[in-house]
């Protein structure tokens, strides 16, 4: 199976972004060949950022959204094709400063897509500019004395807008992005995974979070469990824990209408 396309790939040499698409496509690969999806069947969508070029090579049904208004577009395309497997790349920049609002709704809905988060901190496809979950202090192209904002907490206010699938991985650690990407994608809902992704060129924050990263054990808490959940992701922690926080199955949007 061959899902590479002829596009020539235009992200800045050694980008996380490119270990995201090998990740998605080995994933797509090996939930082909067990024969739980068909090729034919999966729609990606992506919206506007360096994160919305990965639809250029994929070699399958793709569409590019404008900017901010990718989850009304795939709910869109759900609900026209309900046989589909619906899957959407975003950014910080676009699904947190553009389109927050169509994020928590999506959530709140549960529309039945899967929503992969390229969160780099940054507007890196226009030089760097501060979104909303770039750090207090960032120093970029719209505030270059410092952001003055705390950031937005993704995964906390996503779980809180009613998602009921919430995970965190990272995009160098490609073995853990592939399983997590395969749960997300298995999973009846709306599925939202963060992975954090540094922008090497505007906003390089690799060596910050090699040793703070680490994966949760499957024992942690019981993650069927909102309130276990919620506090969770919401106590003070110095490092940054990845894997799945919250997984449940509820009737979704389209079930409902």
């Known amino acids: ?23 998605f496509r ?25 994160h919305g070029k990965i639809v250029d090579y994929l070699n399958m049904n793709t569409f590019n959204s404008l900017h901010g208004r990718l989850i ?19 950014g910080d920049g676009d699904s947190f400063s553009e389109g927050l609002s169509h994020l928590v709704h999506g959530a709140q809905k549960n529309t039945d897509i899967t929503l992969f988060l390229h969160n780099n901190q940054t507007f890196a496809l226009t030089v760097g500019q501060a979104t909303g979950t770039s750090p207090k202090g960032f120093k970029g192209g719209s505030t270059p004395f410092g952001s ?3 950031p937005f907490v993704p995964l906390s ?20 992005t592939k399983k997590i990407m395969k749960a997300a994608i298995e999973h009846k809902g709306f599925a939202f995974v963060e992975i954090i ?5 505007f906003f390089d924050t690799r060596e910050h ?17 909102f ?31």
């Not at 199976?1 to 990740?23: E, Q």
């Not at 206010?157 to 853990?176: C, H, K, N, P, Q």
């Not at 992704?197 to 060129?201: A, F, S, V």
């Open 1 to 23: 199976m061959n899902l590479s396309t002829k596009a020539k790939i235009t992200w800045c040499p050694g980008c996380p972004d490119f270990a995201i698409l090998v990740a």
């Open 26 to 50: 080995q994933v797509v690969e090996a939930l082909c060949l067990e024969e739980k999806l068909k090729i034919e069947n999966i729609v990606v969508g992506a919206g506007i950022g360096c």
């Open 72 to 90: 009304p577009a795939l709910t869109g395309i759900k609900i026209g094709a309900p046989h589909c497997k619906v899957v959407g790349f975003t």
């Open 148 to 150: 003055v904002d705390e």
């Open 157 to 176: 206010m996503v779980l809180a807008s009613g998602a009921t699938f919430v995970a965190r991985t990272y995009a160098i650690d490609i073995e853990g």
């Open 197 to 201: 992704q540094p922008c090497i060129t």
């Open 209 to 225: 979070f090699k040793d703070l990263v680490y994966w949760i054990a499957e024992n942690e808490y019981d993650t069927t469990n």
């Open 227 to 257: 309130d276990a959940a919620t506090a969770f992701l919401g106590q003070e922690n110095e490092r940054v824990p990845l894997g799945i926080f919250y997984s449940i199955i509820k009737e979704t949007f389209e079930e409902k209408i």
